[in-house]
């Protein structure tokens, strides 16, 4: 990826996604953010793709990455940033139609558009894509059907990877940690979450930063990383390696200043 190609964010409009695409636009590339219900980032130079992009949509998808190409060139990096976060519930409460959904647009969509893209991307020997997991991939919780997605886009990606290194494409994922969204500002303060809960287990004690997990997408999106594909990066402020600390008798306090 250079700055004369084109980098798609999906789900560029808000969380993860936006952050990334300000930061690929603050450093000079010229971006396209796609999204379920496109909304300006205001103060950036990215470009806003105004009709409703549905990743959950073969038809959308296909002619959405055509009409891209067609009227602002091949796109040479891309962020598959769009997503739902699941429905917190005990097994038995699981409703299937709430299963389909999340996995429709986490994990099926990442493939749609990845395929797209990355097939175009493998015919023109170059390209990388960045998938957006999640450490909830990487560990267990009452969100079912989104950890098994997740999980889905980790392996994807490797798969994608090998599917595609030979001509010149790379493949990663980032997995954030609890992220420090609107999406997650909403549900702690609607009280569906506890930040404490969320922060301690992180061997740094706090949130992730969106800029921070955009930091990463676009190291990964760019030729510092030219040696790295089929890698799922965690950027979760320690949490998968503080998470078991709890029966150890927990994380050590740092000392007073």
Do not use: C
């Not at 969380?15 to 603050?26: K, N, R």
């Not at 409460?93 to 990845?114: C, H, P």
């Amino acid at each position: 990826m250079s700055t004369d190609g084109l980098v798609l964010v999906t789900g560029g409009s808000r969380g993860i996604g936006a952050a990334t695409a300000t930061l690929l636009a603050d450093q000079g590339q010229r971006v396209v953010i796609v999204d379920i219900a496109p909304e300006p980032l205001v103060g950036t130079d990215a470009i806003l793709w105004p009709a409703p992009f549905d990743v959950a949509s073969e038809a959308t998808v296909t002619a959405g990455i055509a009409d891209i190409e067609a009227a602002h060139g091949p796109i040479t990096g891309l962020v598959n940033a769009a997503g739902v976060f699941g429905k917190m519930h005990r097994i038995e409460r699981v409703r299937m139609e709430q299963w389909d959904r999340e996995v429709n647009i986490d994990l099926r969509g990442t493939f749609m558009v990845a395929r797209g893209v990355g097939v175009r991307m493998a015919a023109r020997r170059s390209g990388a894509i960045v998938n957006v997991a999640s450490v909830a991939g990487m560990t267990s919780g009452p969100i079912h059907a989104y950890t098994a997605a997740k999980a889905g886009i980790i392996q994807i990606t490797q798969t994608l990877a090998a599917e595609w290194g030979r001509v010149g494409v790379r493949v990663n994922a980032v997995s954030p940690g609890f992220t420090r969204t609107a999406m997650l500002e909403a549900g702690i303060a609607s009280g569906a979450l506890d930040k404490e809960l969320l922060s301690r287990p992180s061997a740094m004690n706090r949130l992730v930063e969106p800029f921070e997990v955009a930091q990463a997408i676009v190291w990964l999106l760019s030729p510092k990383s030219s040696g790295v594909t089929g890698i799922n990066l965690p950027v979760d402020a320690g949490f998968i390696a503080g998470s078991t600390w709890a029966a150890y008798g927990g994380l050590p306090e740092a000392p007073e200043a």
